[in-house]
Nanobody
Framework: VQLQASGGGLVQAGGFLRLSCAASGRTFSRYGMGWFRQAPGKEREFVAAVSLSGGSTYYADSVKGRFRISRDNAKNTVYLQMNSLKPEDTAVYYC??????????????????WGQGTKVTVSS
């Protein structure tokens, strides 16, 4: 599956953005989907994940209550709604697809396919 992330940009602190990740192919609904981010000089970190049906979601503590992940299997798209953005949210955001979370949706090693990333910059 090929993934194309979009929706990044420059926003002031307290603002919002919605990221989208469009997947190719007809098997999108078979993959657990996740969002990760990587700030300059830092390791890639987990942001959020959603199960195949969208019924289960998982969040990093740093974004819980501010970000919301969702998916539309009819449109082969996963979204990340980001509210109350902070400067520390500045990073390149990547979407990823996993054949199976195997109980660890936050682990990068569980993901089989990655998108190219979209940059989010939050100014103070």
């Amino acid at each position: 599956v090929q993934l194309q992330a979009s929706g990044g940009g420059l926003v002031q602190a307290g603002g919002f953005l919605r990221l989208s990740c469009a997947a190719s192919g007809r098997t999108f609904s078979r993959y657990g989907m996740g969002w990760f981010r990587q700030a300059p000089g830092k390791e890639r970190e987990f942001v959020a994940a959603v199960s195949l049906s969208g019924g289960s979601t998982y969040y990093a503590d740093s974004v819980k209550g501010r970000f919301r992940i969702s998916r539309d299997n009819a449109k082969n798209t996963v979204y990340l709604q980001m509210n109350s953005l902070k400067p520390e949210d500045t990073a390149v955001y990547y979407c990823a697809a996993a054949n199976s979370f195997n109980g660890r949706p936050s682990y990068t090693g569980r993901y089989d396919y990655w998108g190219q990333g979209t940059k989010v910059t939050v100014s103070s």
